[in-house]
């Protein structure tokens, strides 16, 4: 199994040697990572983690002074994994927080905003970072390639990715066959992915969740309407809507809403829907053939450019907003990226080197997106 640093480490080192003793949260889906991290993290500081998934571990954090200066006593760095388990924990950590000198690292699945109103207490004491499946750039950084064989290098990335996705135990297990990767893309998504979710939000019906996802996965690329899936699902909209947004809290799927103007040409409400890992999307349609093979191609490599963009989004937190845009006539802006200035480029994803008509009505820059020269231009865009 090969070795990668992530993106996630750098800032990491910054916080530990920096001033702040804010509640430095690593949010991300599970086996993303983060609790290979933490270990790295707690071997380097000759310290323990504190995981609670683990009933004893989470009876050492009562929200009491007594109990908290004893772990602050011992432990200036606080590593805990899995916290989302334990969302009572929050008074803790906040008291760990305003009375104890000490710096604390929390991984999660599942933000704690999310399991707990206590989370608000946090305002102000928090800082909030990300490890998620791996990025083509954590990839390259980890990889020894000269110059000369750049161009083969990030060609075959971006293949292999859309095919078998970049859980870092996918990628990293090299001598693993195309079958043993789709058994353990699987397993994951079995075990984790859907079970993990359902488990936490304590869902009552999984084979739903797993069929909405599914919907989901024969959409990429086009507009997902929730209603469309709940009429073909005999479901309820609201129950629909309610499984998404806890697709998108939990690292599965992308969202990415319609443009507006006061302009009146720009007619969606939908949003469209991506995954982070197309790995796990090709266990959903049940297809893993070469992308040359595959009607659904396009369609692929526009998923494939919109998650390498988030991933890059959240591991450098860039200040960027992504839209898709579409006028009533059909024309479509696949991406529109917006600055926090109110600044404006869109991009058009193409498997190929052809374009279309420019149509955003707002003044930006244009910028055309395939598969020669994505890997550049995400860098240059995304900052």
């Known amino acids: 199994m090969l070795s990668l640093t992530r993106s996630i480490e750098e800032h990491i080192d910054r916080y530990i040697y920096s001033d702040s003793n804010k509640i430095f949260f690593v949010w ?12 790295k ?17 989470r009876e050492l954090f009562l929200p009491t002074r007594e109990a908290l200066a004893k772990i602050a006593a011992i432990y200036k760095l606080i590593l805990i994994d899995e916290v989302q388990n334990y969302p009572e924990a929050t008074i803790a950590l906040k008291i760990l927080h305003d009375e104890f000198n000490v710096k604390i690292i929390a991984t999660g699945s599942s933000e704690l905003r999310q399991k707990t109103r206590e989370f608000d207490t946090l305002a102000g004491r928090t800082t909030e970072h990300y490890c998620l499946p791996l990025s083509v750039y954590e990839i ?5 390639v000269k110059l000369i064989e750049k161009d083969a290098f990030i060609k075959k990335l971006q293949s292999d990715i859309q095919i078998f996705g970049s859980y870092p135990e996918v990628y990293t297990e090299v001598n693993l066959t195309e079958s043993e990767k789709i058994d353990l893309l699987q397993d994951i998504f079995d075990k984790y992915v859907l079970k993990d979710v359902i488990n936490i939000y304590d869902l009552k019906n999984e084979k739903l969740a ?16 929730i209603r469309e899936i709940a009429n073909d699902l005999k479901a309820t909209v609201s129950t629909v809507s309610n499984y998404i947004e806890i697709f998108i809290k939990n690292y599965i799927l992308i969202p990415l809403p319609s443009f507006k103007t006061n302009l009146r040409r720009a007619v969606s409400e939908n949003r469209k829907l991506f995954f982070y890992d197309l790995g796990i999307r090709n266990i959903l349609v049940k297809d893993f053939r070469d992308l040359s093979l595959r009607p659904d191609k396009g369609g692929v490599f526009e998923n494939f450019i919109v ?25 479509e ?3 529109v990226i917006e600055d926090y200035k109110k600044q404006y480029k869109t991009m058009e994803i193409k498997l190929n080197e052809k374009t279309s008509k420019d149509i955003f009505p707002i003044e930006h820059k244009f910028e055309v997106l395939n598969a020669k020269n994505y890997f550049d231009l995400i860098q240059k865009t995304i900052y």
Do not use: C, H, W
């Open 41 to 57: 993290l707690a071997k380097k500081k000759s310290t323990r983690i504190f995981n609670f998934d683990v009933i004893s571990d």
């Open 140 to 144: 390259f950084n980890n990889s020894e």
């Open 210 to 225: 797993k069929d909405i996802l599914s919907k989901i996965a024969l959409q990429i690329g086009s507009e997902v309407s």
């Open 307 to 331: 998650s390498e963009i988030e991933k890059q989004r959240k591991n450098i937190k860039a200040k960027q907003n992504f839209y898709f845009y579409r006028e009533y006539s059909g024309q």
């Open 333 to 335: 802006v696949d991406l």
């Open 28 to 39: 991300g889906p599970r086996r993303s990572g983060k609790t290979t991290v933490l270990t």
